[in-house]
């Protein structure tokens, strides 16, 4: 079956079986008077209770009030802030303590926000663990794409990137689910066996 267009009187269950890029959901939503503020996930729950409902369910912005904390008001002895944003004077702080090799990475970011009312002497301390633990990162559900790259690699080592992308590129066309499965070489015909 191939893809069908995203259109306005589409069943919610066909809708959600394939695979659209956040770009083709957000037209849908320009097209249909919805918002198209949030995140893929966001957005997709949205066009879903459109399709089921007819409603236009709006874009619920949270905002947060924190005031901006200044470099000098940082030491090893501070404690996180609850709700912390990673901005400039955080990574000068940490680029001061740890070296300029410092860098925000997801899962340093999401230990600064679970673990509030810590001291950024312990933040220090976790950066250097997870700089030092070689598990990999846990890849957010609405990034597909890398997933499926991921695990496309570590089932077939001896693959190239173009081999990975023809099958992701037929696995997103198909309705279903888009994880990577070994059958998903099949779409490979005429490439060399495998």
């Given at each position: 079956m191939d893809r069908p267009d995203l259109e306005k009187n589409m069943d919610v269950g066909?809708?959600?079986?394939?695979?659209?890029?956040?770009?083709?959901?957000?037209?849908?939503?320009?097209?249909?008077?919805?918002?198209?503020?949030?995140?893929?996930?966001?957005?997709?729950?949205?066009?879903?209770?459109?399709?089921?409902t007819g409603e236009r369910k709006q874009h619920i912005v949270k905002r947060a009030i924190q005031r901006k904390r200044t470099l000098s008001e940082l030491s090893l002895n501070s404690i996180i802030e609850k709700n912390i944003k990673c901005s400039e004077v955080h990574r000068t702080f940490f680029k001061n303590q740890i070296g300029p090799t410092f860098r925000f990475n997801?899962?340093?970011?999401?230990?600064?926000?679970?673990?509030?009312?810590?001291?950024?002497?312990?933040?220090?301390?976790?950066?250097?663990?997870?700089?030092?633990?070689k598990t990999p990162t846990k890849i957010d559900r609405q990034y597909e794409y890398n997933t499926y790259i991921r695990d496309f690699f570590d089932a077939n080592k001896n693959l190239n990137l173009q081999q990975a992308i023809s099958c992701w590129k037929f696995k997103k066309s198909q309705p279903g689910h888009n994880k990577y499965e070994q059958s998903d070489l099949e779409s490979l015909n005429g490439m060399k066996k495998f």
């Open positions: 066909l809708f959600l079986s394939f695979y659209y890029l956040k770009e083709e959901l957000i037209d849908f939503c320009r097209l249909n008077r919805l918002s198209t503020q949030g995140g893929k996930i966001e957005i997709t729950d949205r066009i879903a209770h459109f399709l089921r997801v899962r340093f970011q999401n230990w600064l926000k679970e673990n509030s009312g810590k001291k950024y002497s312990d933040a220090i301390e976790a950066y250097q663990n997870i700089l030092n633990d």
